[in-house]
């Protein structure tokens, strides 16, 4: 058995720590963190497989969809627990981590073996374009509450769950123009000889689905030990959101991305990267908002602090003219994770 599936052993380790030792925070904290390589690879096979049989386009969303479920369920119960500012540093942070770190480390991995890596570049605009929208939309709500002064807090909620709306249909839409309409435009740059499917299409999903329910568990054991640990290193909320909570619920798409990018599938692993962060700013975050008005104690809004919507423009604007080409290298990649760092040190600092 392979070393990577050996390591799954450490899930049930996590599991019992966190029923049998839930007062040593950081040892459970360190353990989810390590159940989430392991588990990581096992989505990034299975969706490597489903993508063989059913090609680069689907297969990203598969992946994207599965590999979101831990942010979905963080925060689900951040947003249970009345926590918004966790609820909103988390989709913050997955965005940033999908769009400039797992982007990046992509392009490094595959430009390493391949000098120049090519994909659509109209299936590329296509999604910066949402990634625009999404930036759109997470600015107004805190132009409005900087415009309109104290009377903003009395309608905010409303303007964000009205927005959320508009979002998730717009996401649908989004779906029925990459997977119906214009199908054809949104296939891969260049034919690629692919290799046979060493599993079969229910192999592949039931591992998909099981190692996806396992990422949303040990991700929620995660958060529930991740306060006190943070605490524990001096680490500010803020800064947890927005690196640590989602470099370790975005290593699934990280690990997927990587891989297809090692192998010279760039249309998968930009697919992966921004169709990720895509569907965390259109699907994931309105959902939320609009579960909290009868989920929460209280409703979830759209209104992001400053950095974050600093973060979020930065981000979008460089990975809109990196991937617009539909050409990119390893340099490339590393001005990604460039900003990713600058970015991060800026919140560490920050306190």
Known sequence: MKLRYLLLAIVPVTIAAHYLAPERYTLVFALALASMIPLARVLSDSTEELSKHCGSTIGALLNVTFGNAGELVIGFFAMRQGLPDVVKASITGSILVNLLLSLGASMIAGGVRHKTLTFNPFAARSRSTMLALAAISLVFPAAYRWLAGPRALEHEADLSLEFSVILLITYALGLLFSLHTHRQLLAPAETIEEDHPKWSVRTSLLLLAGSAALIGWTGEILVGSLEETAHRF??????????????????????????????????????????????????????????????????????????????????????????????????????????????????????
């Open 234 to 351: 001096g680490l500010s909320d803020l800064f947890v959101g927005l690196v640590v909570v989602a470099i370790a619920g975005n290593a699934a798409e990280a690990t997927s991305a990587v891989r297809a990018a090692m192998r010279n599938r760039m249309d998968l692993s930009v697919g992966i990267a921004i169709g990720s962060s895509i569907q965390v700013a259109l699907f994931v975050a309105p959902a939320l908002v609009v579960a909290s008005h009868w989920l929460a104690p209280r409703p979830v809004d759209l209104v992001f602090t400053p950095i974050e919507l600093l973060a979020l423009v930065v981000a979008i604007l460089m990975t809109m003219q990196i991937a617009g080409d539909g050409e990119s290298n390893w340099l490339e990649g590393v001005q990604l994770i460039a900003v990713y760092l600058l970015l991060a040190v800026t919140v560490y600092t920050m306190g």
